[in-house]
Each structure stands twice: as C-alpha cells, then as structure tokens.
C-alpha cells in the first residue's frame, strides 16, 4: 500500500504501480535479451551515456533509472554501489530488467509511469534517463517530473536522439512507414532481416578494417557500426525497438542547453556526440 491510500499488485516480485487506468507500455524486442557482463562494450556503454559521471559517482547514491529496459544500465549503476529503482512501464521491459538484475540486492525493479513516477520528492541523488525522451509526445512533462524527484544538488543526466537529416531521416522514415501496422512476428521477421544486412553491410566492414587508418574513419559513418560486438539476437531486438517505437522528437544542443537553464540547474554540461547519428548526453544539478 502507498503512503497515499492506494494498492498496488506485486506480481513476480515486481511492484506493478501504474497510475489507475494507465496502459502498460509498449512490447519490446529485448524481452527475452540478457546480456554477458564479462564483455567490457555493456559496461563502456553505460559510461559513454552517463559521462561525465564516473564509477565512483554512483557510490552511496539513490539513483533512479527512468525507463530501465531491459537493465542493463541499472546493473552497472548497482555495481558502482548505487542503490537504483529501475522504472519501465513496459511488463517486457521489467520482467527482463528483473531478470538480469536478479541477485543484486541494491536493484529495485518497479512497473511505472516515468510522467507520474511513484517516488516522493525530493528523494533521488540522481536520475539518469537514457533513450527515452525521443520516444514520448511530452518530454518536458517528463523532465520536470523526474527533476521533481532529486533532491536539491541532485543531478538529471539525460542521452537522446540529436536531428537526423538527409539520408538518414529519408531511410527512417522509408523503414517506419514499411513496419506501420506490423504484427509482432512479422516485425520480428523484418527485424532479422535488417539484421543480417547490418552484419554483411555494416558491422563485418567496420570489424574488419575500422582500425585501418583513413578507412576505419570513413566505415565509422555506417549505420550503427558499433553495435557490431553485440549478439546477433541483441542487434535484431534493438531495431526491432527503433521500428516499433516511434521517434517523435529530436533534441538541439541548444534546446537542452534552455531547458536546465530555465529549470533553475546548475553546473550544466551537453556534449554532442557523433556515432552513426547525432546524439547529445547533458547533465545538471539541481539548484
């Protein structure tokens, strides 16, 4: 029960607290997806997103992962000795969260409304939402729900789509229009494909010769060539996801940049990055 009144279902050991009426969120192509430890690119990945942050940023801290997937970032916040509630409102996404955490006590694995997260105020040293804020038709309703989360001196680290053009926004959008409507096996089916051309196209090249000079710079602007180390089964659940998932918004430097300004943070920082596409990774303090 909640301090408010009201019950929420625990069901395979996971909170299920929705808002009343609120739907599940979307399926996922990485409900089934697990992911090796041993190999150092989860891990590296996890750090890319979250920098300037550092391992020992995450120690002794109470971080919420705003949209977890499938885990993968809350494992390495936990292992850095954060305890982290690990929110999705997908029930693929947190099954498969809690599976990949399971063992690891500082992990609290909740089905949840990231607009309307069930966590008093003021209580997070630090939120961290990576992926997600390009998908949803209000991300600053979002944001100023998980800034209401942090504790004053908190930090909201933030990873998200920058604007796609040219060929890449006509390809997007070719391959979004062809999946329209899809049911889930035959968006699967599609998603394998797409796959194997990546392999052959994309991934095998950039392996092969990425770190020959001049050529190794020139494979780097391939569609998604760094995923090349990750499992075939990763690669098809991640486009599956870019296909089923709508992209609805894309960040600016400077948007992002406005919005923590106007937000009263402090100690702002936004890095673009360039791997494929544009992307951008921010982070600020509350005041």
Same mark, same amino acid.
């Given at each position: 029960?909640?301090?408010?009144?009201?019950?929420?279902?625990?069901?395979?050991?996971i909170?299920?607290?929705?808002?009343?009426?609120?739907?599940?969120?979307?399926?996922? !192509? $990485?409900?089934?997806? @697990?992911?090796d *430890?041993?190999?150092?690119?989860?891990?590296?990945?996890?750090?890319?997103?979250?920098?300037?942050?550092?391992?020992?940023?995450?120690?002794?801290?109470?971080?919420?992962?705003?949209?977890c @997937?499938? !885990?993968?970032?809350?494992?390495?916040?936990?292992?850095?000795?954060?305890?982290?509630?690990? /929110?999705?409102?997908?029930?693929?996404? %947190?099954?498969?969260?809690?599976?990949?955490?399971?063992?690891?006590?500082?992990? $609290?694995?909740?089905?949840?409304?990231?607009?309307?997260?069930?966590?008093?105020?003021?209580?997070?040293?630090?939120?961290?939402?990576?992926?997600?804020?390009?998908? %949803?038709?209000?991300?600053?309703?979002?944001?100023?729900?998980?800034?209401?989360?942090?504790r004053?001196?908190?930090?909201?680290?933030?990873?998200?789509?920058?604007?796609?053009?040219?060929a890449?926004?006509?390809?997007?959008?070719?391959?979004?229009?062809?999946?329209?409507?899809?049911?889930?096996?035959? /968006?699967?089916?599609?998603?394998?494909?797409?796959?194997? *051309?990546?392999?052959?196209?994309?991934?095998?090249?950039?392996?092969?010769?990425?770190?020959?000079?001049?050529v @190794?710079?020139? /494979?780097?602007? /391939?569609? %998604? $060539?760094?995923?090349?180390?990750?499992?075939?089964?990763?690669?098809?659940?991640?486009?599956?996801?870019?296909?089923?998932?709508?992209?609805?918004?894309?960040?600016?430097?400077?948007?992002?940049?406005?919005?923590?300004?106007?937000?009263?943070?402090?100690? %702002?920082?936004?890095?673009?990055?360039?791997?494929n596409?544009?992307?951008?990774?921010?982070? @600020?303090?509350?005041?």
């Amino acid at each position: 029960m909640c301090s408010c009144g009201a019950v929420y279902p625990i069901r395979d050991g996971i909170p299920r607290m929705l808002p009343a009426g609120a739907p599940s969120g979307p399926a996922t !192509g $990485h409900r089934w997806t @697990g992911f090796d *430890t041993a190999i150092p690119e989860w891990e590296e990945n996890f750090r890319d997103f979250s920098s300037p942050l550092k391992p020992a940023d995450f120690l002794g801290k109470l971080v919420m992962d705003a949209g977890c @997937g499938f !885990g993968r970032h809350a494992f390495f916040a936990a292992r850095y000795g954060a305890e982290v509630i690990a /929110l999705d409102s997908s029930e693929d996404a %947190v099954e498969a969260a809690a599976r990949n955490t399971e063992g690891l006590q500082r992990v $609290h694995v909740i089905q949840g409304d990231i607009s309307r997260p069930p966590i008093r105020d003021s209580l997070c040293d630090l939120v961290y939402c990576y992926g997600v804020l390009h998908h %949803v038709d209000e991300p600053e309703e979002i944001l100023g729900s998980l800034t209401e989360c942090l504790r004053p001196g908190g930090q909201l680290s933030l990873w998200v789509y920058g604007p796609r053009q040219g060929a890449t926004l006509m390809v997007n959008n070719a391959l979004r229009g062809v999946t329209t409507g899809l049911e889930h096996d035959e /968006l699967l089916k599609f998603s394998r494909a797409i796959a194997r *051309t990546l392999r052959i196209f994309s991934h095998t090249p950039y392996r092969w010769f990425g770190s020959v000079p001049v050529v @190794g710079a020139v /494979l780097s602007h /391939l569609p %998604v $060539h760094d995923h090349h180390k990750w499992p075939f089964d990763v690669v098809v659940a991640d486009v599956y996801d870019r296909l089923k998932i709508p992209v609805k918004h894309w960040f600016t430097r400077e948007e992002l940049e406005a919005w923590y300004s106007d937000h009263g943070f402090a100690d %702002v920082h936004v890095s673009r990055r360039v791997r494929n596409n544009e992307t951008f990774r921010s982070i @600020g303090a509350r005041r």
